[in-house]
């Protein structure tokens, strides 16, 4: 599942001061997860009330690595656009009997920890709203991230 994504002004200020200044450094890992929020505004941050984390046995933010491996898709995406997706993570329950419920956004942070730390990079809608009730559902997540010139 792929969709269209929105930077927030703290993912972007991340970048610019990791590639530019060194203020920040590249992490090891960037983080890929679920939410049931349908959208974020562009100041939201990981300690946002907006921000609803999907909960459930098993779920846990998919790391994705800080290299080509993790970031295998450049690309052009019009003639001064450039893209870059993640590569695919597949999200599954370890139960049965606690659902992932709702699902209707994913999100790309620097942390593994749902306490509010971290940068909330940007964020995305799913294409739509997905529920995993078994341990045979699942779900193909990758995110695009887009810079449009203007």
Known sequence: MSASQWWTREGRKFMLETTFSEKQSTPANFYLGLATSTGLAEDATMASTALVEVTGAGYARKAIPSSTVGFPTPSTAGTKDYSLGTKGSTFRPTSSTAAWNNIKSMFLTNTTSS????????????????????????????????????
């Open 115 to 150: 306490t509010g730390a971290g940068v909330l990079i940007g964020w995305a809608r799913t294409s739509a709203t997905r529920t995993l009730s078994s341990t045979s559902d699942s779900l193909q997540a990758t995110m695009t991230l887009q810079q449009n010139a203007t």
